[in-house]
Structures are given as C-alpha cells and as structure tokens.
C-alpha cells in the first residue's frame, strides 16, 4: 500500500510490504509488528539472523524510473518499508527510527537478478546505489503508513 508524503514534512512510511515466503508475492499492509532480534512477523526472512528489515526510499525509486521510462513500484524491488524521501543511509552500525522501532544498518541492499523478473530488463542497474539497505530490529513496535522516519537519530 502506497500513501503520499506531506510536503515541507520530515520523511515518512509511504509503502510497507511483506511476503510470506521467498518468491511469494509482496503483499501491501498499513501496518507490521517488527521484533527485536527477529525482524518483521510475517515475512519470509522473520527470524533470520540479520536481515529483519529490508529500507528503500520513494526518492530513489522515481530517480530510477526515470532511467529505466517506467514505473518502479516500491514492491517490485521486494522491499518491506519504503519512506517518502531522503537518502537512506547504507553504512553497517547507523541507526535509523521508524516510527518507534530502532533499526541498525547491516549492509547495503544491492539490486539482484530478481529484480529483471520483477521490474523489467535494466530494473538491477536502475537500482544500482538505490537499492537501500538491509537492518537488523534493535528496538520492536509497529510499523505504520505514516510513521516518521529520523534517518540520522
């Protein structure tokens, strides 16, 4: 599910999905319970050891439409929370706040050959150095369309 972001505001959740298992289809949800130390209840990688949470920014994913002449909706990059803007930060140990959850960068999210399935021939280079970043839960709570996001906290 996508939501507008608010001009003039600080960044915010515009996107949130998550997919059962791996290859599933990414299913749009307002709202998901992420776990300290286990990442996001009901998605394929919960209880793995470091990728809980998987952050793209809106921002970067029209930057790549552009380069690609089509859309690039935030599920077909197969990331689970998409922010309205900003750059999100890529270097291990940074934190980031959602809402009331404390994430930490574990390492970029570098575009995969999924993403010539999912978004098209070219989709992995559109996505090069805009794919995100994949974060470990320190801190639980929900995640909701809406949430503010402090990317530098």
Request: hydrophobic share 40%; glycine share 12%; charged share 25%.
């Amino acid at each position: 599910m996508v939501q507008d972001s608010m001009p003039g505001a600080g960044s915010r959740v515009v996107a949130l999905h998550v997919a059962s298992a791996r290859r599933a289809p990414m299913q749009a949800v307002t709202e998901v319970l992420a776990e300290a130390g286990a990442g996001i209840v009901g998605d394929r990688y919960h209880g793995s050891r470091h990728r809980h949470v998987s952050l793209q920014s809106a921002e970067e994913l029209a930057a790549a439409a552009r380069e690609l002449g089509r859309e690039v909706p935030p599920e077909g990059t197969r990331r689970t929370v998409t922010i309205s803007h900003g750059a999100v930060p890529t270097e291990p140990g940074h934190r980031v706040v959602v809402g009331e959850v404390v994430l930490e960068v574990v390492r970029v999210a570098a575009p995969c050959r999924v993403m010539e399935e999912t978004l098209g021939e070219g989709g992995r280079t559109a996505l090069r150095r805009r794919g995100g970043a994949v974060l470990r839960v320190l801190v639980g709570g929900a995640i909701r369309l809406g949430d503010p996001v402090m990317l530098d906290p």
